[in-house]
C-alpha cells in the first residue's frame, strides 16, 4: 500500500503563488505516475497535472503556464507550484498515486489540502 500526505495548502490572494507538497510512503517503488486533482465548490474532482516516473508531465489546459508540476523521487515527495493564481483556482486538492504490483494497478489518494483563493 501507499499513504499520501499533502501540506502547503492556504489562503492567497488572487496573483499569489503557493507551493504543494505531496509526501508518499509505504510502497513507493509500486508508483508508476502521481498526478494533482482539485474540487472546487459544488464541482466535480478534475484533474490539474500529473507526472510520471519517468519526469514526463501533463497539465490541464486551465493551469498550462501557471502550474508546474514536479517529483522528487529521491524525497519520494511531489510539488505543484501554481503560480498566478485565480479564485476560481479554489478547491481541495488532493495528490494520487497509481501503482501496479502482482496483484494489478492501484490507485492511492491523500487526504486532501485546502486552497483558496480570495479575489
Known amino acids: 500500500q501507499v499513504q499520501l500526505v499533502e501540506s502547503g495548502g492556504g489562503l492567497v490572494q488572487a496573483g499569489g503563488s503557493l507551493r504543494l507538497s505531496c509526501a508518499a510512503s509505504g510502497s513507493v517503488n509500486s508508483i508508476n505516475a502521481m498526478a494533482w486533482f482539485r474540487q472546487g465548490p459544488g464541482k466535480q474532482r478534475e484533474l490539474v497535472g500529473g507526472?510520471?516516473?519517468?519526469?514526463?508531465?501533463n497539465y490541464a489546459d486551465s493551469v498550462k503556464g501557471r502550474f508546474t508540476v514536479s517529483r522528487d523521487n529521491a524525497k519520494n515527495t511531489m510539488y505543484l507550484q501554481m503560480n498566478s493564481l485565480k479564485p476560481e483556482d479554489t478547491g481541495v486538492y488532493y495528490c494520487?498515486?497509481?501503482?501496479?504490483?502482482?496483484?494489478?494497478?492501484?490507485?492511492?489518494w491523500g487526504q486532501g489540502t485546502q486552497v483558496t483563493v480570495s479575489s
Open positions: 507526472v510520471t516516473v519517468g519526469g514526463t508531465t
Open positions: 494520487k498515486a497509481s501503482t501496479t504490483n502482482a496483484m494489478g494497478e492501484w490507485d492511492y
